[in-house]
């Protein structure tokens, strides 16, 4: 058996007069990076983990103001990322000893401090944080909790202040800001990416401009891509199960086709609200539409009739989880079929970006006879198992 065929190497043979030398297969270790990198991803690969933070701006006649920041405050205290399980985080401060406890909530107070800046006429203003949710009886709450999840910042506005501008660091993620001026009888709404300042709120006069269509068209498209990269695991690893397919490039074309249509028809239809599914459904069946497309890599090195069908299937699925997406982040109604396209637009090129680094990272070994075995077989088998993992974590809740 040969190390062409996957098995052991046999006794090295010469290359015939005048043949160049085959180059052989990357070693072991490095043919099984990919399930690597992906088993340690796990973790942090719950379902659209792309969390919005709420930011509620109260903005007052008296000049008083409070910003209400909807968060896991929990996760923050002790350090952890949002995804572990609420009640047990709770448990774990609940059992602190009470000095600690405090401790843990000053630390919290001066982390927002310094994550989080508000700006009148360009002069940060200094706020005090509390935790006003233990406040609350405990059928109030959502989940259980120890500080809760709102992080109220308030303060006093500088007399004859013209404008105002807020911003949360990257720790956040995308921003949905709401803000409401009391005096003027004002709500406006913004979207804001990762780590990107609000655009400056008027004070001083009872209407505030929109965002223009150019502004909602960037901050769309730039939330489309970063669903995919770095964001959407899922997503990314449904395309590069696509890309292992073959190393031929009409393959992939023809795929990346049929999911391209999909997805935009259903996150057109569900945003207009012709037809969804609950996250309950849509989540566990793109979970299922990754295993299956990797499965079949492993299965076979060529297109079959049927594949193009299956994934166009598939991509009527994870456009319905784009809409879920978009859905959480809001679209504004002046601008409602500008940020639906930008948003579509800034996936397509989040999946192009994710095709063209896997090229640039394996498409040097694409055309060797080794490829197969060394790379598309132990990646694509990662890449099932994952989707497995997903599929029964989803399905029960896990």
């Not at 052989?24 to 690969?45: D, E, G, H, K």
């Not at 706020?127 to 910042?153: E, N, W």
């Not at 849509?282 to 990797?294: G, N, R, T």
Request: a positive charge; glycine letters at 6%; one cysteine or more.
């Amino acid at each position: 058996m040969t190390a062409d065929s996957g098995g052991l190497a046999g006794p090295t043979r010469p290359n015939p007069p005048g043949q160049a030398a085959e180059r052989r297969p990357p070693p072991r270790w490095r043919s099984s990076l990919p399930i690597v990198l992906l088993i340690t991803a796990l973790p942090s690969a719950a379902a659209h983990d792309f969390s919005i933070t709420d930011v509620l701006a109260i903005f007052k006649s008296d000049e008083t103001y409070c910003v209400d920041i909807t968060c896991d405050l929990d996760a923050l205290a002790l350090g952890v990322g949002s995804e572990q399980q609420p009640a047990v985080l709770a448990e774990v401060l609940r059992n602190l000893p009470p000095e600690e406890q405090s401790q843990r909530a000053a630390n919290l107070r001066a982390l927002i401090e310094k994550r989080v800046r508000i700006r009148f006429d360009a002069r940060p203003a200094e706020y005090a944080v509390s935790f006003p949710d233990p406040t609350l009886p405990p059928s109030a709450a959502a989940s259980p909790t120890f500080l809760g999840v709102t992080a109220r910042l308030s303060g006093r506005a500088p007399r004859e202040a013209r404008e105002v501008v807020i911003w949360l660091s990257r720790a956040f993620g995308p921003v949905r800001l709401t803000l409401v001026h009391q005096q003027h009888g004002v709500v406006v709404r913004q979207v804001l990416g990762p780590g990107e300042e609000s655009r400056a709120f008027r004070l001083d006069v009872p209407l505030i401009d929109a965002a223009s269509r150019p502004e909602v068209a960037w901050q769309y498209a730039r939330l489309g891509f970063e669903h995919i990269l770095p964001r959407g695991l899922d997503h990314i690893l449904f395309v590069l199960a696509l890309f292992l397919l073959s190393v031929r490039l009409r393959p992939l074309l023809w795929q990346v086709t049929a999911f391209t249509l999909a997805h935009t028809t259903t996150l057109a239809l569900a945003m207009y609200g012709v037809f969804s599914l609950p996250p309950a459904v849509v989540e566990p069946l793109i979970a299922a539409s990754i295993a299956y497309a990797a499965i079949e890599n492993v299965l076979t090195a060529e297109m079959k009739p049927w594949r193009p069908a299956l994934v166009f299937g598939f991509g009527l699925l994870h456009g319905m989880g784009f809409a879920g997406v978009l859905t959480a982040l809001g679209v504004p109604r002046s601008e409602f079929v500008t940020a639906l396209v930008s948003f579509n637009a800034g996936v397509e090129l989040g999946q192009l970006a994710v095709i063209l680094l896997a090229l640039a990272i394996v498409g040097w070994w694409r055309r060797r006879r080794w490829y197969r075995a060394a790379i598309v077989i132990p990646a694509s088998a990662a890449i099932a198992a994952v989707g497995l993992f997903w599929a029964v974590q989803r399905t029960f809740g896990l």
